[in-house]
């Protein structure tokens, strides 16, 4: 599945796998092996992010990353990211996808929704996390076939989808050359990925000079995903931990994907 784009094939680990300030409930989250214990913080009450997407050095697409209350859960929250691509990857391989998490008060995946729009092909990913039985359930659904495929896994009490598990490295106060771990699951896999803090950095986006922390998630190479490669997240050095630019290193062939931050509006 998803194999003809190479943007996509690229970003669809930050949409299932792998992509925050401080207003309403605390994050339960995640071991650490860390000397001190983690600063929790806040989930944010609203949050958009628009990133622009870069590949091979020119302009793959767009992203936007929502955060706010949950219609659907009392004390809950909604999270949405929709991914567009633009310019000449547009006219080879139109990719147009939204996906949508619902998440517990404490930030426990309860639901996760992908519609998938790509060239000629159009497919829906439902997971449902069910925490009384300890399981994911995952529904993909061909539309232009009507073919479906249905898988079951194991998860810990509380589980994150990838958009939470962001939300749960947000949480974490690791400082450089610490690590530590966010239980994440995508209905197909469940695992404890490692996280580490590998030093400051200031770097430049359309959204300016920004001073961040740097952290590997060891996400591929048959953790979360068998393939090989390489995600790195920057988070803002300051209370807030913005998400200022996500990458994602695959083989040569398809290369480097760079989220790079274009705006931030919250409230």
């Known amino acids: 599945m998803f194999?003809?784009?190479?943007?996509?094939?690229?970003?669809?680990?930050?949409?299932?796998?792998?992509?925050?300030?401080?207003?309403?409930?605390?994050?339960?989250?995640?071991?650490?092996?860390?000397?001190?214990?983690?600063?929790?913080?806040?989930?944010?009450?609203?949050?958009?992010?628009?990133?622009?997407?870069?590949?091979?050095?020119?302009?793959?697409?767009?992203?936007?990353?929502?955060?706010?209350?949950?219609?659907?859960?009392?004390?809950?929250?909604?999270?949405k990211l929709h991914l567009e691509s633009a310019g000449v990857v547009s006219h080879l391989f139109k990719v147009s996808d939204d996906y949508t998490s619902q998440m517990s008060s404490g930030l426990c995946a309860t639901s996760s929704f992908m519609t998938a729009r790509e060239g000629s092909r159009s497919r829906d990913t439902k997971v449902t996390f069910d925490q009384s039985e300890k399981k994911a359930f995952y529904l993909e659904k061909d539309l232009k076939t009507n073919q479906a495929a249905k898988k079951e896994v194991e998860i810990p009490p509380c589980?994150?989808?990838?958009?939470?598990?962001?939300?749960?490295?947000?949480s974490m106060n690791l400082e450089p050359g610490k690590t530590g771990q966010v239980p994440v699951s995508n209905g197909k896999k469940t695992a404890w990925l490692k996280v580490q803090c590998e030093g400051r950095e200031s770097i430049k986006v359309p959204a300016g000079v920004k001073k961040t922390l740097r952290y590997e998630i060891f996400a591929f190479d048959n953790?979360?995903?068998?393939?090989?490669?390489?995600?790195?997240?920057?988070?803002?050095?300051?209370?807030?931990?913005?998400?200022?630019?996500?990458?994602?290193r695959l083989q040569f062939t398809i290369g480097t994907i760079t989220l790079k931050l274009n705006k931030e509006t919250r409230g």
């Open 3 to 79: 194999e003809r784009n190479p943007l996509h094939r690229a970003l669809v680990p930050i949409l299932l796998a792998v992509t925050v300030s401080a207003q309403s409930a605390s994050f339960p989250i995640a071991k650490e092996t860390v000397s001190t214990p983690h600063a929790e913080r806040d989930a944010p009450e609203n949050e958009t992010f628009d990133y622009n997407v870069e590949w091979r050095l020119i302009t793959a697409g767009s992203a936007k990353l929502q955060w706010y209350p949950s219609p659907v859960i009392k004390g809950g929250y909604e999270a």
């Open 159 to 170: 589980v994150h989808d990838v958009i939470g598990g962001l939300y749960a490295l947000r």
């Open 223 to 248: 953790q979360l995903y068998t393939r090989s490669g390489h995600l790195h997240i920057w988070l803002s050095d300051d209370a807030e931990k913005t998400p200022v630019q996500i990458e994602i």
